[in-house]
């Protein structure tokens, strides 16, 4: 079904550009030549190009139609459907990849360390060359210090494999340049009575810092790789099981068991699905969360100004960019 869907996205790119082409050439000959109406209908007519163009969306849409309604009824199995199982006792583990965030992470580790059933606050640090890890640790952390810099993503996965070691019931991920707030661990927790993840959205601007990183460029592009998940896993009957607005959010929390389901796979797998710089790691367990069967929602949380500079550089246009098309290709080849 993957391949399907990769197929009618990069197709109906292509017909874009080819109906674009075509509409240019033809205003194009119109500006230049003159538009004599009789001449200029009966060209568009006896246009052999606009008959396969013809053809060719007649086929696309075909396709699409078909993949709608094969979906009719995708993941609509009772266990798709609303469940409650409370953690009656919540033990919360908080996980913070960090590099070169002495200005931070005194502040944000604390703030952790206050929140209400907050039990463990692990950073991975990835070979800073500042004094974070050294703060960390005087503010109570569990600091793992990494001896070479393997990414965002591999601090991510060292994180969870230290926190299945506990007896934390409750996972959170989060970042250490003062964006997140720690209090919204409370708004997540109640989700988790009623599904395995919950992941932030940042696009609420009521809830967002003025002059945050993420400008219009990025906010949209969130916002349409969001919807490009949703349309991965359409169903005809309740629209999907997913409905996402922000997949570069790096702020969630997740139930223990959850993790359990999937940590072998991104043991496994997530190099290879995200690179060695580890930044598209937040997509990926989005996906990854979505394929294993596990309820993954989405809820407003508020956001901060960066404190300090982007490590992934996401907030420059070109870098963004990128980083965009990366995302893409992660959810049509996954």
């Not at 409750?170 to 997140?180: K, P, S």
Request: glycine share 8%.
């Amino acid at each position: 079904m993957g391949k399907i869907f990769a197929g009618i996205f990069f197709s109906f790119f292509a017909l874009l550009v080819i109906h674009i082409f075509f509409l240019v050439l033809h205003i194009f000959l119109w500006i230049t030549e003159g538009l004599v109406l009789g001449i200029f209908v009966e060209t568009i007519y006896f246009s052999v190009l606009l008959k396969w163009m013809i053809l060719a969306d007649i086929i696309w849409v075909s396709f699409v139609l078909g993949f709608v309604l094969k979906r009719k009824k995708y993941k609509t199995e009772p266990q798709h459907y609303l469940s409650y199982e409370p953690i009656k006792h919540p033990i919360i583990a908080v996980i913070i990849p960090t590099f070169n965030e002495a200005v931070n992470v005194e502040k944000v580790v604390k703030d952790y360390k206050m929140q209400p059933n907050v039990k463990y606050v692990y950073v991975i640090d990835n070979n800073s060359s500042d004094k974070t890890p050294d703060i960390a640790e005087k503010c109570g952390a569990v600091v793992i210090r990494k001896k070479i810099n393997k990414g965002f993503g591999d601090s991510c996965v060292i994180g969870f494999n230290e926190v299945l070691k506990t007896d934390a019931n409750i996972v959170a991920l989060t970042e250490c340049d003062g964006t997140f707030n720690a209090y919204d661990i409370a708004k997540m927790m109640p989700y988790l009575d009623n599904c395995d993840m919950v992941v932030g959205t940042r696009i609420i601007q009521v809830l967002t810092e003025k002059g945050n990183q993420n400008g219009m460029f990025n906010t949209w592009g969130n916002f349409f790789i969001g919807k490009l998940i949703q349309l991965k896993y359409f169903s005809l009957l309740h629209m999907g099981v997913t409905s996402f607005t922000d997949v570069g959010c790096g702020y969630r929390c997740i139930r223990r068991d959850g993790l359990e389901k999937i940590i072998g796979q991104i043991r496994n797998d997530y190099l290879n699905k995200i690179g060695k710089d580890g930044w598209m790691f937040n997509p990926y367990i989005t996906l990854c969360s979505v394929d294993n069967e596990l309820k993954t929602v989405e809820i407003p949380i508020t956001f901060n100004r960066r404190s300090g500079i982007s490590k992934s550089g996401s907030d420059e246009k070109s870098k963004g960019f990128k980083l965009g098309l990366r995302m893409i290709w992660l959810i049509l080849s996954s």
